[in-house]
């Protein structure tokens, strides 16, 4: 199947869905956050494009630069991501890391992941921790009553898949 450069520019930077992208995210990220014991965080979104010949396009990336905050106490971490986001695109999910791993709070959504961010966004975030697993909070199918709903588990990342990504 012939494919026109048009299009394969339009491919080249981008991944299929919103989970291969934040997957992308976690291989190229997490080694950084965990070296330097940060959080990084960006957007996910999607964009769309209609060719010439009529045949439309889609694409899922992550914001780039990744923000980073080595604080996290000092301001909300993706409150500049969004201005990353191409014109064309939408927002669909967020992501973080919770750099290195140093204790079990580093495990979870925190209470602010899920209340100020995922909440207020209203779109699923996603959480990238060091003992290699990615899990996603979605908002819309959290239960009031469950407090303790902590998102669902949706992938194993590791650093030697990161060490075999290629750059």
């Given amino acids: 199947m012939f494919i026109s450069a048009r299009k394969r520019r339009f491919l080249?930077?981008?991944y299929e869905s919103p989970e291969a992208?934040?997957?992308?995210?976690?291989?190229?990220?997490?080694?950084?956050?965990?070296?330097e014991d940060a959080e990084y965080g960006a957007a996910i979104y999607r964009q769309e494009k209609t060719f010439g010949d009529g045949e439309t396009l889609v694409k899922y990336d992550y914001s780039r630069p990744p923000i980073t905050k080595h604080d996290a106490h000092k301001l909300p971490l993706l409150s500049t991501a969004f201005k990353d986001i191409p014109g064309d695109g939408d927002l669909v999910a967020l992501i973080h890391t919770h750099g290195a791993y140093t204790d079990g709070r580093d495990l979870r959504?925190?209470?602010?992941?899920?209340?100020?961010?995922?909440?207020?966004?209203?779109?699923?975030?996603?959480?990238?921790i060091a003992n290699g697993d990615m899990r996603v909070f979605d908002p819309f199918h959290k239960r009031a009553e469950d407090k303790k709903y902590n998102g669902e588990f949706v992938g194993r990342w590791t650093p030697e898949e990161a060490a075999a990504a290629p750059k």
């Fill in 109 to 128: 959504f925190s209470r602010a992941d899920k209340q100020g961010v995922a909440g207020f966004h209203k779109v699923p975030f996603y959480l990238v």
């Fill in 21 to 35: 992208a934040a997957l992308g995210f976690a291989k190229d990220i997490m080694p950084q956050s965990m070296e």
């Fill in 12 to 14: 080249k930077r981008g």
